[in-house]
């Protein structure tokens, strides 16, 4: 490329030597030896001053130029705006705009990952932390911060151990930076109600761009290898509770319904084997064992019974005949039924409800059984000279049967696992009167499929109050 700017600042030089020996010429010829002295220092002092004007000139651009590259790199990316000459200072300003534009650009683009980032971190469940090398939290999202209950913004910058203030988390992320593999464990939080937690440190580069550089295998300016790239890691908190509750509640399914199918087995089993050893021909006892066989394999069927119901209900297979039903109808249906073996256990029996009850929108058969098994636990768990009542009430879209009672009552302990299969409070009262252990549970699947819910309000010696909701017709 032509140097522009050379060739004009060599053309001004070039023109003033001319013109001094011009006038040289000149005044030798017709001039005293004194006056062409003097024209030669105007002359001089002239092109002086038009080299002057022109070096200032350049060097104001050259200015504009150092100004604007200062302005880039303080991350102002204005365009700079150009002269209308055609010279390498020009070239040169167009060049920078250029590169300021396509900075401008990266940057932008860099700026929106990282705040696209930041929000899928800030709002994910799970809790996310990074930490450098040394130990110190670089970021930890909300989820982290309510988890282990520390505050977001005052960790950041901060060693891990101080902030969280738990040995196994704090193990799992060394685990990870100092093998710079994938570690995985559980953490369990609190006491009262405990959290399970999964927890995944994954080690991550180096944060800070002189470690980044490094690499193993490349030598340092002194000759010797550089030490290898210093990691972090990143801690991911699963919450796992529900997983855990679930797999408690399946391994407590096992071994319960083991147990009530060995039960009875063991009983008819021993019962038939007296028999056939020669008890049959006892007059005074064998039809004694037999009535025992007998009623060890009508809990058999009934426990086979509520097995059965109760994994339809779960699997989704609980066909619901939707119909306007008339509570009171059920309500005074099962109070009939319990009003006698309330009698034979000296128990009083209420039943108070408005006679304007709406109907309800349900499964008339399956809202009476749900009914008929909190009267029959009722029963069961009331002392003899207690009391029952029976009520209900319409709130707002909604009618609420209550079955309450003096009995036992429920540990406050224990009223979350009270709608669980085979829970039981009083397991050897339950057993003894034939009781599998599943009423509740299929209550409690029954009522929600019909929109409603099911809770209980119970205090240890002073008796429950279970309640049931259900729509109204409309």
Known sequence: MRAKLFWKLSFTYLLLLLCILAAMDLYAARAPRG????????????????TLL????????????????????????????????DDELTDLGRAMNETAARLAGTIRTLTDERNRSSAILRSMVEGVAVIDAKERVV???????????????????????????????????????QSGEHVQGDLVLGTVSPQNFGV????????????????????????????????GAVI???????????????????????????????AIQGFAETLLSGALEDEKNNRRFLEIIRDHAVRLGRL????????????????????????????????????????RRELSLDVNFPPALPPVRGDASLLREVLQNLLDNAVQYTQPGGKI????????????????DTGIGIPLAEKERIFERFYRVDAARSREVGGTGLGLSIAKHIVEAHGGRIWVDSAVGQGSQFHFSIPLAT
Not at 35 to 50: C, D, F, K, S
Request: contains cysteine; negative net charge; proline residues 3%.
């Open 236 to 266: 991911v908190l699963h919450d796992i509770s529900e997983l855990r509750r679930l797999e408690r509640v399946r391994q407590d399914f096992v071994a319960n319904v083991s147990h009530e199918f060995k039960t009875p087995l063991t």
């Open 304 to 343: 086979t019974d509520d097995l059965l119901k109760l994994a339809r209900i779960e699997a989704g297979k609980l066909e619901l005949e939707f119909q306007r039903v008339v509570i009171a109808d059920i309500i005074e249906s099962c109070a009939t039924t319990t009003l006698l073996r309330a009698s």
């Open 54 to 85: 022109i070096s200032r000139s350049f060097s104001a651009r050259v200015e504009r130029l150092k100004n604007f590259a200062g302005r880039v790199a303080a991350g102002d990316f204005h365009p700079l705006e150009l002269e209308d000459t």
């Open 200 to 231: 995944t440190a994954a080690p991550i580069p180096a944060l800070d761009a002189e470690a980044s550089l490094r690499a193993p295998g490349i030598e340092s300016a002194s000759g010797g290898p550089r030490e290898d790239v210093k990691q």
């Open 389 to 404: 009542t029976l009520s209900a009430v319409t709130r707002e879209s909604e009618a609420i049967v209550t079955v309450a």
């Open 35 to 50: 006056h062409l002295v003097i024209a030669a220092l105007v002359i001089i002092l002239l092109g002086g001053v038009m």
């Open 139 to 177: 970021f930890c999202n909300q989820a982290f911060a309510e988890i282990l209950s520390v505050d977001a913004a005052g960790s950041e910058d901060r060693p891990l151990l101080e902030v969280v203030r738990q040995a196994d988390l704090v193990a799992l992320a060394r685990r990870a930076l």
